[in-house]
């Protein structure tokens, strides 16, 4: 049996478009698709990621191949890109 604290799977920044391998689902797709960060990131309830070296927190994408399911955050202006969270976008991100 997988373990669900375990990650595993590919993340997409957007439908069809696999992010680089720098970047992790948030536990094991093989429990549903899950929100992807970068590897010493810290995974947000949110959907969004912060990365604390630099102190800002972002949008990347999900293990969902098509971009559809509701663990894949919606990035506004940044389709298919890693989106800084700001003002801007927070309305979007939950």
């Given amino acids: 049996m997988a373990n669900p604290f ?46 604390s070296a630099f102190g800002i927190t972002y949008l990347l994408g999900c293990s969902d191949p098509e971009y559809k399911d509701s663990n894949c955050p919606k990035k506004g202006a940044f389709p298919g890109k890693l989106a800084p969270l700001d003002g801007s976008l927070a309305s979007s991100a939950h």
């Fill in 6 to 51: 375990i990650s595993n799977g590919t993340c997409y920044i957007g439908p069809s478009v696999r992010a680089d391998a720098s970047f992790i689902p948030c536990g094991n797709d093989a429990y549903g698709h899950k929100t992807c960060c970068g590897i010493n990131d810290v995974c947000l309830s949110s959907k969004a990621c912060y990365n």
